[in-house]
Antibody
Framework: EVQLTESGGGLVQPGGPLRLSCVAS????????MDWVRQAPGKGLEWVAR??????????QYAASVRGRFTISRDDSKTSLYLQMNSLKTEDTAVYYC??????????WGRGTLVTVSS | QSALTQPPSASGSPGQSVAISCTGT?????????VSWYQQHPGKAPKLMIY???KRPSGVPDRFSGSKSGNTASLTVSGLQAEDEADYYC??????????FGTGTKVTV
């Protein structure tokens, strides 16, 4: 059974950093791209970032709203996905979901972790 | 990248059909056959319902179908059931490893 479990959310002050983690199980992690998607309270889904697979040589891509502030990475030895978030803004407040990427769709999602940016 | 446009709401009685549109541009919906649809119940994670415009993942009822014409994709739910009441989001590949979601549609049964 595919499982994705996010962690690392919490309350952070504007301008601060936070690192999210997602542990994957139930599938061959190295065979898949991975993504982060977020959802602000009461709002719709927003794609955040994508990382390819590739045995150590990865390509990353970001939504314009987070480019230059967020960094997606992965550790295949730990079947884990990460999102390093810097210079956080109040508008980054959202539930952050980790999702498995089948190249043309996001076929499995975690339950999400809530990030609140507030002073 | 602007969000794809969906109607805010749609409704139907049990047993009826409802169709949800998803309008983009030639740079996303119209440019690729990589449109997917997600169902989200309150407080839950999204679930993939349709991928590559019209394909259903294993376990998704055949009451759910997808199509595309030009820059507009559509999700149709036939034989509406109470458990179909949820928010639905479309998504499209937009080139260069970018994706864009729709604005979301609340379906009421």
């Amino acid at each position: 059974e595919v499982q994705l479990t996010e962690s690392g959310g919490g309350l952070v002050q504007p301008g601060g950093p936070l690192r999210l983690s997602c542990v994957a199980s139930g599938f061959t992690f190295t065979n898949h791209y991975m993504d982060w998607v977020r959802q602000a309270p009461g709002k719709g889904l927003e794609w955040v970032a994508r990382i390819t697979n590739g045995g150590g040589s990865y390509t990353t891509q970001y939504a314009a709203s987070v480019r230059g502030r967020f960094t997606i990475s992965r550790d295949d030895s730990k079947t884990s996905l990460y999102l390093q978030m810097n210079s956080l803004k109040t508008e980054d407040t959202a539930v952050y979901y980790c999702a498995r990427d089948s190249y043309t769709a996001l076929d499995y999602w975690g339950r999400g972790t809530l990030v609140t940016v507030s002073s | 990248q602007s969000a794809l446009t969906q109607p805010p709401s749609a409704s139907g009685s049990p047993g009826q059909s409802v169709a949800i549109s998803c309008t983009g541009t030639s740079s996303d919906v119209g440019g690729y056959n990589y449109v997917s649809w997600y169902q989200q119940h309150p407080g839950k994670a999204p679930k993939l319902m349709i991928y590559e415009v019209s394909k259903r993942p294993s376990g998704v009822p055949d009451r759910f179908s997808g199509s595309k014409s030009g820059n507009t994709a559509s999700l149709t739910v036939s034989g509406l059931q109470a458990e179909d009441e949820a928010d639905y989001y479309c998504n499209s590949y937009a080139g260069s490893n970018n994706f864009v979601f729709g604005t979301g549609t609340k379906v009421t049964v």
